[in-house]
């Protein structure tokens, strides 16, 4: 039962032009939503969060934006960079989880120069 | 001056063998983490402890058994390994109170002959 999904496994953008990263979810109870940036051999960091009573949340290059309705939430990096090639995961928790956070399967940025 | 370290990095056996991969914070978190990344991608919480009280426990086999000596400290046994235990294992803390922002250590790799 994977309640937080990443349906694209891999995206490939060029150099200075926006990424977007989609994550879907299905669980109307999360509430609390993180993406992580993660390179070969290394464990996942965490990159940036958003609540669910805010709809955007921005970090300098990096934008989240939650739509609770449509249970979707994206990642914008602008403009990518060579050095953002990485797989990136969406993870998800809510009150009657616990601090229990689920996973999407990820998804891997190719930033070509 | 890692946060979250975990050994061995690699570790490769043979199938009925029982193993240990360590994990240590030095965050002084509350909170300590075990997840699985199989074949798939996909990253699935096992266990979690909080001050030494195992608050999350998915439905793994009771092969895996995780082991708290201090906070500081989430080691996982593994008995009786099988060929489906072959996944990339990573360790990860959190503070329960405040931030929902999991720190993970560089991952295991386990192989089983």
């Known amino acids: 039962d994977q309640q937080v999904k990443q349906n694209s496994p891999s995206l490939s953008v060029q150099e200075g032009r926006i990424s977007i990263l989609n994550c879907d979810y299905t669980?109307?109870?999360?509430?609390?939503f993180l993406w992580y940036k993660k390179y070969p051999a290394e464990g996942p960091t965490f990159l940036i969060s958003?609540?669910?009573?805010?709809d955007k949340n921005e970090d300098g290059r990096f934008t989240v934006f939650l739509n609770k309705s449509a249970k979707h939430l994206s990642l914008h990096i602008v403009p990518s960079q060579p050095g953002d090639s990485a797989v990136y995961f969406c993870a998800a928790n809510g009150w009657n989880t616990g601090n229990q956070f689920y996973f999407g399967t990820g998804t891997s940025l190719t930033v070509i120069p | 001056d890692t946060a979250v370290s975990q050994t061995p990095k690699y570790l490769v056996t043979q199938m009925g063998n029982d193993k240990s991969i360590k994990c240590e914070q030095n965050?002084?978190?509350?909170?300590m983490y075990w997840y699985k990344q199989d074949s798939k991608k996909f990253l699935k919480i096992m266990f979690s402890?909080?001050?030494?009280?195992?608050?999350i426990n998915e439905t793994v086999p009771n092969r895996f058994s995780p082991k708290s000596p201090d906070k500081a400290h989430l080691n996982l046994h593994i008995n009786s390994l099988e060929l489906g235990d072959s996944a990339v294992y990573f360790c990860a803390s959190s503070q329960l109170q405040g931030s929902n922002e999991q720190f993970f250590g560089p991952g295991t790799r386990l192989t089983v002959l």
């Open positions: 669980n109307s109870m999360f509430d609390y």
């Open positions: 965050l002084g978190h509350d909170t």
């Open positions: 958003i609540s669910s009573i805010k």
């Open positions: 402890y909080n001050n030494k009280e195992l608050i």
